[in-house]
């Protein structure tokens, strides 16, 4: 990652993994982009279900092309 980072690239994290969990390792490794899974809560308790697109097979895929938008990012620059 640091050659990554001295490069001057877009560090991301992309994962099915729920947030709660990958957002500490994220944040250790200094990467600031994280897409994750977010769970549903209903009433302060996690319902089992997932809030939004699932971040997992194509929804990865439109997570990705989603973050790249708002960021004005393409893919490989």
Do not use: D
């Not at 990652?1 to 991301?12: A, D, F, K, S």
């Not at 809030?51 to 439109?62: D, I, N, Q």
């Amino acid at each position: 990652m640091e050659t990554h980072r001295r490069q001057g690239h877009t560090l991301l994290i992309i994962t099915v993994t729920n947030r709660f969990i990958t957002g500490p390792i994220a944040e250790r490794l200094g990467v600031a982009n994280l897409l994750a899974s977010e769970p549903a809560i209903h009433n302060g308790r996690y319902t089992g279900a997932v809030a939004g697109v699932p971040c997992f097979r194509e929804g990865k895929v439109v997570r990705l092309e989603s973050w790249l938008s708002e960021n004005g990012l393409i893919l490989g620059e």
